[in-house]
T-cell receptor
Framework: AQTVTQSQPEMSVQEAETVTLSCTYD???????LFWYKQPPSRQMILVIR??????QNATENRFSVNFQKAAKSFSLKISDSQLGDAAMYFC????????????????FGKGTKLSVKP | NAGVMQNPRHLVRRRGQEARLRCSPM?????VYWYRQLPEEGLKFMVY????????ESGMPKERFSAEFPKEGPSILRIQQVVRGDSAAYFC?????????????FGPGTRLLVL
């Protein structure tokens, strides 16, 4: 079974600085998707960024980028020029690319990292 | 295009009552997923449905929990005879019909409190 591990329960960053959130995962599959979701105090789950495992190029979305290391099964999120609105829980998630059997595309989440942004 | 809608946003039930949570997917989305988030935890998959079919319910407790996604109307997650341990946030997500590679978009969640 696949697992997702976020080893940093809490992180803190100064406004305008850069922070990196760690995520590792365990899988025997070669084709899958990885996601970072943000959950602010409103508790709405918001997609931050997505990576297809078959793509070597790291995904970027404005100030958010990932460092995807497939061999190491690592998928870290870098937030540049941190803003107060970035304060939230961040969840890393894995999704199999299989569409049969037990893995029908459901997301497997880590336990999250709580990010605080200091003004 | 309206996002995923869930109602109610907050639900209070006494032990032994029934809870019904509703989810309307985004327009054009025919795949619906339900997840549960316990306090201080990540989301855990419960059930995956397409219109009129349960595709994967491997994450759903065998007793008291059921889900449906009828041809017309929202998806319903039903919890019978609720217990205090059912208190959690329940999230619904939807994705388009084009397959498992599609991103899931989440609703705002329903916070269930069992007294």
């Amino acid at each position: 079974a696949q697992t997702v591990t976020q080893s940093q329960p809490e992180m803190s960053v100064q406004e305008a600085e850069t922070v990196t959130l760690s995520c590792t995962y365990d899988t025997s599959e070669s084709d899958y998707y990885l996601f970072w979701y943000k959950q602010p105090p409103s508790r709405q789950m918001i997609l931050v960024i997505r990576q297809e495992a078959y793509k070597q190029q790291n995904a970027t979305e404005n100030r958010f980028s990932v460092n995807f290391q497939k061999a190491a099964k690592s998928f870290s999120l870098k937030i540049s020029d941190s803003q107060l609105g970035d304060a939230a829980m961040y969840f890393c998630a894995y999704r199999s690319a299989k569409n049969y059997g037990g893995s029908q595309g459901n997301l497997i989440f880590g336990k999250g990292t709580k990010l605080s942004v200091k003004p | 295009n309206a996002g995923v809608m869930q109602n109610p946003r907050h639900l209070v039930r006494r032990r032994g009552q029934e809870a019904r949570l509703r989810c309307s997917p985004m327009k054009g989305h025919s795949h619906v997923y339900w997840y549960r988030q316990l306090p201080e935890e990540g989301l855990k998959f419960m059930v995956y449905l397409q219109k009129e079919n349960i595709i994967d319910e491997s994450g759903m407790p065998k007793e008291r929990f059921s889900a449906e996604f009828p041809k017309e109307g929202p998806s319903i997650l039903r919890i019978q005879q609720v217990v205090r341990g059912d208190s959690a946030a329940y999230f619904c997500a939807s994705s388009p019909r084009t397959g498992v590679g599609e991103t899931q978009y989440f609703g705002p969640g329903t916070r269930l409190l069992v007294l």
